[in-house]
């Protein structure tokens, strides 16, 4: 089983840019497609982007798209969301999240995620 733990969320002006940070133990972090998925307030959890077990694969949500790169690090199990020209309407609560039944495919899947992390917060002001 992958523990996951979240870190980089904060406070942001609009128009700013954010790297958010999720590091991986336990389980097989490198053989999983992993993806970002964010929760504003009274909203339901949706997929932002996912990128496949050795990076070949991205794919992202049309709300982020241009603005979004995810990329990952299998050597230190680390994966990053960087998002650029941040929007009020970004602000949420940020999950990474690891899809055990991914193993070795070049498949990203936007749903059916496993393990998940606590989440960060994060806040853009205008």
């Known amino acids: 089983q992958v523990q996951l733990v979240e870190s980089g969320g904060g406070l942001v002006q609009a128009g700013g840019s954010l790297r958010l940070s999720c590091a991986a133990s336990?389980?097989?972090?490198?053989?999983?497609?992993m993806a970002w998925f964010r929760q504003a307030p009274g909203k339901e959890r949706v997929f932002l982007g996912g990128?496949?077990?050795?990076?070949?694969?991205?794919v992202y949500a049309d709300s982020v798209k241009g603005r979004a790169t995810i990329s990952r690090d299998n050597r230190a199990r680390i994966l990053f969301l960087q998002m650029d020209s941040l929007r009020e309407e970004d602000t949420a609560i940020y999950y990474c999240?690891?899809?055990?039944?991914?193993?070795?495919?070049?498949?990203?899947?936007?749903?059916?995620?496993?393990?998940w992390g606590q989440g960060t917060e994060v806040t853009v002001s205008s």
């Open positions: 990128i496949s077990w050795i990076g070949e694969n991205t």
């Open positions: 999240a690891a899809h055990r039944d991914s193993k070795w495919s070049a498949v990203v899947p936007r749903d059916g995620y496993h393990y």
């Open positions: 336990g389980g097989s972090f490198s053989s999983y497609a």
